[in-house]
């Protein structure tokens, strides 16, 4: 008999760690507005008008139009390779994952968009929740990873989790190096550059 395996429960989100929704949306942009196109690492803040990309105007369309695309988020490019995504599927084998996603759509609903995304990359059955609330689910689930590109959430996951076992990772992004609370910054979240460095920690733990 082989050895026990300890079950895992891997939380992922989508935009800006598995899919490049800065890209997407300033390409939307661009096609209507002639605006800059930019990808997630090279987003410096989280607002885009706070850096002068698109009016208030621009940014209230664009969010428009993409609620009324019943397909705009499956049409996002990747951020990883295809052989990260094959790690990934085979995660799933062995542990729970889910992923976790916080997104809009007046015409098709985002989570059937987000399988349909995550089928197009190799991910087989993808479990995917819609929602905002990244800690309340990770404690619903009993998360004991996690990884956001939104240093708010992987707070959130870290405070929230009941789990004394959950790992709030965060994914390196420029909109993301603010400064951190010693007392719950470097004691409670991980930074990490890539998301085969957290594939890699899920694996060792």
């Known amino acids: 008999l082989g050895g026990k395996v300890s079950r895992k429960v891997v939380m992922f989100d989508v935009d800006g760690v598995l899919a490049d929704f800065v890209e997407g949306f300033t390409r939307l942009a661009h096609e209507k507005f ?11 803040s989280w607002n885009f008008r706070t850096w002068g990309l698109l009016t208030r105007a621009q940014e209230k369309t664009a969010w428009e139009i993409l609620k009324n695309d019943p397909m705009w988020w499956t ?8 052989q990260t995504f094959e790690r990934i ?4 084998k062995c ?11 007046s015409a098709m ?20 929740v819609v929602s905002g609330k990244k800690g309340e689910i990770a404690r619903a689930i009993g998360a004991t990873h996690s ?20 790992k709030s990772f965060l994914i390196d992004r420029p909109y993301n190096r603010i400064q951190e609370l010693p007392e719950i910054g ?16 899920v694996e060792n733990d």
């Open 75 to 82: 049409k996002l490019n990747p951020m990883l390779s295809t």
């Open 109 to 128: 609903p985002p989570g059937f968009q987000t399988k349909t995304w995550l089928r197009n990359q190799g991910i087989y059955m993808p479990s995917v």
């Open 34 to 44: 002639g605006t800059k196109i930019v990808t997630t690492p090279e987003q410096p």
């Open 89 to 92: 599927s085979r995660l799933q």
């Open 186 to 201: 470097p004691a409670g979240v991980i930074r990490v550059k890539t998301v085969e460095e957290f594939l890699d920690a």
């Open 95 to 105: 542990h729970e994952v889910v992923f976790c996603t916080n997104r809009v759509s």
């Open 147 to 166: 990884i956001d590109d939104k240093i708010e959430n992987c707070w959130a996951v870290h405070w929230i989790s009941d789990s004394p076992q959950n």
